[in-house]
């Protein structure tokens, strides 16, 4: 079970502990045959202490453990059969699945593992409660951002058995209604009778949508045009190798870290501006980044991918709210690698 991976860092730090004391007491030793006899004594004693004192408990543990793992893996058959076009989004850090073992480890390697993680589970949620945080492995996202990519069929994993707690999400906008209870586990489905979407997430009106494919320029051939006749550029990354649609691409690499750059005029406090833009890459080196000429005023980089398709293209996206600081600000979008690769 995934659950293990919390008991051999606990066991390797037992050990670690236990030869430092060792070794601090042998060295307080002062005389040979006080050293030559002092750590048999000492295993001896630690082996009739543990003899004594541990067994029973050692064996109620373990038929706990065994119990769990039992029902936990009963419980996700029961998921797969009753809940299979349901999204799961884990409740961490107390979840018990191979998922949150997953996560728990990356973010023990510092994150090395997470390109290859979201290429194999794309869409593997996770929700904080101490926090109100979702994520995306280990991108930022919301509920709404969840349930626009996937649908609203949702189901929280290994939900709190504390009903305040439940209480709590409900006030958050996160409605749920149990539909299993156990001992490690109860799962909830998301409550779209009670669900809102959030105000500010309430689009009332979309004004304008702006589409670029790289195939498109100007007469000169200098700059890129989108739709309604927008200009992107300079065209100074162009490639043919790959392209998702059409027949360009923009290429990043070390003679072209920066391209696409996009001016965003006269905004107002209120507005909402979503960009999106798809990349492949074998890492996550490419970035999508919204900033004023002015970076202390705003300044926002992505790189982690939220959604996947089926040919190895990754959707970044930033989502922006215009507040009274940034409002009139000349805003730049454009496309960069700054790891020059």
Do not use: C
Request: proline share 4%.
């Amino acid at each position: 079970m995934v659950g293990n991976h919390y008991l051999i860092p606990v066991l390797l730090l037992s050990g670690i502990s236990l030869y430092i004391n060792i070794d601090f007491i042998l060295k307080l030793a002062k005389t040979n045959g006080l050293k030559l006899f002092l750590l048999p004594i000492i295993v001896i004693s630690l082996v009739f202490f543990i003899g004594w004192n541990h067994p029973a408990k050692m064996i109620i543990s373990n038929r706990q453990y065994k119990a769990a793992s039992e029902e936990i893996d009963s419980t996700n058959l029961w998921v797969e059969k009753n809940f299979e076009n349901y999204t799961q989004i884990n409740y961490y850090i107390y979840s018990i699945n191979k998922f949150t073992g997953l996560k728990f480890g990356n973010d023990f390697a510092k994150g090395k593992m997470l390109p290859y993680l979201k290429k194999m589970y794309p869409r593997t949620y996770f929700f904080e409660l101490s926090s109100n945080t979702y994520l995306n492995w280990n991108l930022k996202t919301s509920l709404q951002e969840i349930i626009e990519t996937n649908g609203s069929k949702i189901l929280l994993m290994n939900a709190p058995a504390d009903t305040s707690k439940i209480i709590e999400m409900e006030k958050l906008g996160f409605p749920l209604k149990k539909v299993y209870g156990g001992n490690p586990q109860n799962i909830y489905i998301l409550d779209t009778l009670k669900y809102t979407r959030p105000e500010k997430d309430s689009i009332k009106q979309v004004g304008l949508t702006i589409n670029f494919n790289a195939d498109e320029f100007t007469s000169d051939k200098k700059y890129f045009t989108g739709s309604n006749s927008e200009v992107f550029g300079p065209v100074n990354a162009i490639s043919a190798e790959d392209a998702r649609s059409g027949k360009y691409s923009i290429k990043l690499e070390k003679s072209n870290p920066f391209a696409l750059d996009y001016n965003l005029k006269n905004t107002k406090i209120g507005e909402h501006y979503q960009i999106d833009v798809w990349r492949k890459s074998n890492s996550s080196n490419g970035y999508l980044v919204i900033a004023a000429d002015d970076p202390q005023i705003f300044y926002q980089a992505q790189n982690e991918a939220i959604k996947f398709d089926d040919n190895d293209w990754e959707l970044l996206r930033i989502n922006l709210y215009v507040n009274p600081v940034m409002e009139g600000k000349n805003l730049k979008i454009y496309l960069t690698t700054p790891e020059k690769k």
